[in-house]
């Protein structure tokens, strides 16, 4: 095998608009840089593997098109294996325009960051050498948590701040603590990793642009193995996932700090255990149609009335309001990928994909060892399980909007897929 890594610079200026906050957030200091880290890996017969997280909420339309393009024009890799995610901070460049609220991305810097982020795969692919990867895990424990509460009344709802603590009865789903992580070595030196754990990335207090938590782990590896050391963080699925182990919606200014620190430790921990990677490299891409849901005028009404009249109502009557007069679209095309690396197999799905639906496919996988990978290639917004959206639960994640509009199935077509997709390049 022959790898490498590379990381680009992506801080924007100040005053952009930043997409991850129902109000308007015009950073005006920089808190951590930002980056699009890649990592490129080429199997013995040429087959290559190329990954690049960068520090945004979600991704733009059209960038897998638009990056992918740039990436073979200089390199000649194929598009279908390039996989490009989000590390889903909630304070990182503004790329995303999000209409409703009237947040638009600048798009001179958009025009910018498409290209230097093609530009660290591209930097990472001229930089391969030979190299032994290995894989391990370890747990974080005690720093991520659903955040769908069960109550007394037989109510599921997202967060619960204004809800008596004495009402919640427990936890829709329980957070995975497991790092998983890609070790790759030169010489016996670590060069880079992919990082691989579920939780959400808004765990800062402060305004300011930061990659949030990846980006303190980040540091903390530069420290261990040297300032060249990339650590390319993988988002799990993590759309139910947050940091706050109560039912209220405050943190410290450097809780952020603590979590980095946390994943850091743990990516140290499985390196000592880790296991050879060997083998080839096979990537397989898909694209997916999956229907969005549609409500009549009656119903709309109805739901409108219904929220106006709930806690955090009005926001959530205003994005579904947005949705039903703009929307023209039957259906969203989704980009899935498995991509194999000797017996680790990685799928990447877009969309903030609930934690059961990652569960289970790393459940029924064929690999012993796998990563899952959400908001990658392109974005859907939640993706929560079929369950979710039955009778007594009242979830943020699937109140009909922009960002949460595709049919209860669409999680389980996913995993369905993903499971196909992974025994393809198992053959």
């Not at 997202?158 to 998983?180: H, L, M, Y």
Request: charged fraction near 25%; proline fraction near 5%.
């Amino acid at each position: 095998m022959r790898a490498a890594f590379y990381e680009c610079d992506i801080t924007p200026p100040l005053g952009g608009f930043v997409w991850g906050h129902y109000h308007e957030v015009r950073p005006m200091n920089v808190k951590d840089r930002l980056y699009a880290r890649a990592a490129v890996m080429e199997g013995d017969d040429g087959t290559v593997a190329a990954f690049v997280t960068v520090d945004t909420c979600a991704l733009p339309e059209g960038i897998h098109e638009a990056v992918t393009r740039r990436i073979y024009e200089y390199t000649g890799i194929s598009p279908e294996h390039v996989c490009i995610s989000s590390n889903h901070t909630h304070w990182g460049a503004p790329v995303c325009d999000s209409p409703e609220i009237g947040c638009f991305a600048d798009k001179t810097y958009l025009d910018v960051f498409l290209r230097l982020t093609a530009d660290a795969v591209t930097l990472a692919y001229k930089r391969l050498e030979r190299a032994e990867a290995r894989y391990g895990t370890a747990e974080a424990p005690d720093i991520a948590f659903c955040r769908d509460y069960h109550l007394k009344d037989g109510r599921t709802v997202t967060w619960a701040g204004k809800i008596d603590p004495d009402e919640i009865t427990g936890r829709n789903s329980e957070a995975d603590p497991t790092v998983r992580v890609l070790m790759v070595e030169r010489n016996g030196a670590p060069v880079g990793a992919l990082v691989n754990f579920a939780c959400h990335q808004c765990c800062c207090a402060d305004d300011d642009y930061t990659g949030d938590f990846s980006s303190i782990m980040s540091k903390e590896l530069k420290k261990k193995y040297g300032e060249d050391f990339v650590a390319v963080y993988l988002p799990g699925t993590a759309g139910d996932i947050t940091h706050l182990a109560n039912n209220h919606f405050t943190t410290t200014p450097d809780h952020y700090r603590m979590m980095g620190r946390v994943l850091s430790s743990a990516v140290i921990e499985a390196n000592k255990t880790a296991h050879p990677v060997k083998g080839d490299i096979k990537v397989t891409m898909e694209e997916l149609a999956v229907p969005t849901r549609t409500m009549d005028p009656v119903e709309t009404a109805k739901r409108l009335s219904e929220l106006l009249d709930s806690y955090a109502g009005p926001m959530r009557a205003r994005n579904l309001a947005y949705y039903q007069a703009t929307c023209k679209d039957t259906e969203k095309k989704l980009l899935l990928q498995a991509v194999r690396v000797g017996d680790l197999c990685i799928y990447t799905m877009p969309g903030e994909v609930f934690i059961d639906l990652g569960k289970r496919l790393m459940r029924e996988s064929e690999y012993e060892a796998s990563m899952v990978v959400h908001n990658s290639n392109s974005y859907c917004g939640y993706v929560p399980t079929k369950e979710a959206f039955g009778e007594g639960y009242d979830l943020y994640e699937t109140s009909l909007c922009y960002h949460s509009c595709l049919i209860p199935e669409a999680g389980d077509m996913m995993v369905d897929k993903l499971l196909e997709l992974g025994k393809n390049v198992k053959e």
